[in-house]
């Protein structure tokens, strides 16, 4: 799925905005040139839109965000229909990346200063949106300064992120955190092998709950934290009875094991 990371180290750049209403059944978006950001949000009927070799159809309750890159630069209809919708366009100083929402950067996605938009998705709350640009309509009227109007077009771009990517994003970002959990137990592991390591200690030393550790572990690799231990023990005492003139009680005692007899059934 497309996606759009967008900074908001500074608010968006407002070009300008409006409310269209087809005239009949028989209207069909012109073909026009396409400088700058468009956001189009359906309020009724079904808008058939052709834009860098793509046709789309976007119903009411819809928005499509369109980026001024395809080489022609124009967009038009390719079926007459009746509809209407608020179309917003804009521009970004900050920086806007293109992405693969369904294999998301994991990096970009941790900035916390942006907001990262479906080019197209369902509104769950479009009378939140609409309100948004009847304010944004309402304000340019009654001539509001440039920066007003920046901010209040930036304001549309957040709930748009609020409704429609927010929720799935702290999903990935809890996944992201679990791996990261993974690898920086792991590390400890691999650097305190020769200690006597139990779970209850290692969950104290990062702080975290002796369960919830065995289950990311167990989510991430198929095996409880006492298990993945063990392998990491057995496999280093492999390395040892092959490479060094250690003896099995020796090796038993190097890996922190008590019992020499515990050992050797593992």
């Given amino acids: 799925m497309l996606g759009y990371h967008i900074s908001l180290l500074s608010p968006i750049i407002y070009e300008y905005t409006g409310k ?4 009949s059944e028989d209207w069909k978006h012109e073909k026009m040139p396409l400088m700058n950001y468009e956001l189009i949000v359906m309020t009724e009927g079904y ?9 789309y159809v976007v119903e009411a309750g819809e928005y499509l965000l369109l980026s001024p890159s395809s080489p022609d630069n124009c967009r038009q209809g390719f079926k007459s229909s009746y509809c209407s919708f608020y ?5 970004v100083d900050s920086g806007v990346t293109t992405m693969d929402l369904s294999n998301p950067d994991l990096e970009l996605i941790k900035n916390e200063n942006a907001v990262i938009l479906p080019a197209r998705a369902m509104l ?3 009378d939140k949106i609409i309100v948004l640009m009847k304010q944004l309509q309402d304000s340019i009227r009654s001539g509001c300064g440039a920066l007003s109007s920046n901010y209040m077009a ?8 609020e409704q429609t990517f927010k929720e799935k994003l702290e999903h990935i970002k809890g996944e992201y955190s679990k791996k990261q959990i993974y690898y920086d137990i792991v590390d400890y592991i691999n650097e305190n092998i020769y200690q006597k390591l139990k779970v209850v200690n290692i969950a104290e030393q990062f702080g975290y709950n002796a369960k919830y550790l065995s289950h990311v ?13 063990l392998q990491k023990k057995v496999a280093e005492a492999n390395f040892m009875l092959m490479d060094t003139n250690k003896t099995i009680r020796e090796i038993s005692a190097c890996l922190g094991f008590t019992d020499y007899h515990n050992f050797m059934k593992t």
Avoid: D, M, R
């Fill in 47 to 55: 808008l058939y839109l052709s834009y860098a070799n793509k046709n």
């Fill in 87 to 91: 179309w917003l366009h804009f521009t």
């Fill in 124 to 126: 769950p709350y479009l």
């Fill in 217 to 229: 572990f167990h989510s991430i690799t198929g095996t409880s934290l006492k298990q993945f231990i």
């Fill in 20 to 23: 269209f209403q087809a005239p």
């Fill in 154 to 161: 930036t304001t549309v771009l957040c709930e748009l992120y």
